[in-house]
């Protein structure tokens, strides 16, 4: 009879956030795939647990998904865990899952700490529907997309983001989306945890240590209604159009809803809005 793959969330900072059953879990299988052995081993050591780890990370699992899928095929039962959180939830495991799935391995998720709940859970954004878009691309181009993604959404998004482009990413953020209401949670659960709410310009100006792991929170709203009006010129309307054809691959009836959304404006009025700023360029 098959084993059982269990999907373990573990600790996104504080060790004593694991729950009783994860424990039982990690101490019960014959094995624990872990993304990286050493941080997995002062968890292990924390609650004297000795069960033996073998490393499942995004640049072997392609290589150590088939042998680990036939020991759960000879009924092992095997743990995967990723660094922090719940694995293949923007971490590696999604490909061992999968495999598991279609060899008819039977996958049981444990559930526990998640940073995308705690930082919506503290945010005070509506979050009975939300939108989860992982890391922003690194490429230019993609950014720009993921950018007009985020504007699109019309409800609350959630991302993560690497300390060394927190700042950049905020900057984008108020270009593309104006200056809309976040929640930045850096290092939750840890010993030195941040939460910084306010305007992105706000943010901005807040001493934020570039340090640890950032989970921001964003405001969207319903972009589908018009507030009032924000004071852009003409000009700067239409700059933003040509950035966001240029970069975001998106449609030029697209680019002119996002800026009406983003702007406050109905779509004819920022049709005229660039109608003007062409002819004063002429």
């Not at 490393?55 to 990723?82: C, F, M, Y």
Request: proline share 6%; glycine share 8%.
């Amino acid at each position: 009879m098959p084993g059982t793959l269990f999907v373990v969330a573990t600790p996104i900072g504080n060790l004593e956030d694991i729950s009783a059953r994860a424990l039982r879990i990690l101490r019960e299988v014959a094995v624990i795939a872990a993304e990286d052995t050493r941080r997995t081993a002062h968890l292990l050591a924390r609650y004297a647990i000795t069960t033996p780890t073998t490393s499942l990370h995004g640049h072997n699992e392609a290589k150590k998904t088939p042998a680990l899928i036939e020991r759960l095929q000879r009924g092992d039962n095997i743990a995967l865990v990723s660094d922090a959180g719940t694995p293949g939830i923007s971490d590696p495991g999604q490909g061992l899952v999968r495999t598991a799935l279609d060899a008819g391995v039977k996958v049981e998720p444990i559930p526990g700490p998640s940073a995308v709940m705690a930082a919506l859970a503290v945010s005070g954004f509506p979050t009975s529907t939300f939108t989860f878009l992982g890391f922003p691309p690194i490429r230019l181009k993609d950014r720009n997309t993921w950018f007009s993604e985020v504007l699109a959404a019309g409800r609350t998004v959630v991302f993560f983001e690497a300390p060394h482009r927190i700042r950049a990413t905020l900057e984008q953020l108020l270009e593309v989306i104006g200056n809309r209401s976040v929640v930045i949670c850096r290092e939750t659960t840890k010993a030195h945890e941040q939460l910084v709410k306010g305007p992105i310009s706000t943010v901005l100006a807040t001493s934020i240590e570039v340090k640890g792991e950032f989970t921001v929170v964003i405001d969207i709203g319903d972009t589908t209604k018009y507030g009032a009006p924000s004071p852009v010129s003409d000009g700067q309307l239409l700059a933003e159009f040509g950035q966001l054809t240029k970069y975001a691959g998106s449609s030029k009836r697209h680019v002119v809803n996002m800026l009406a959304r983003k702007h406050g404006r109905a779509p004819n009025e920022v049709y005229a809005a660039l109608e003007r700023g062409r002819k004063s360029t002429e």
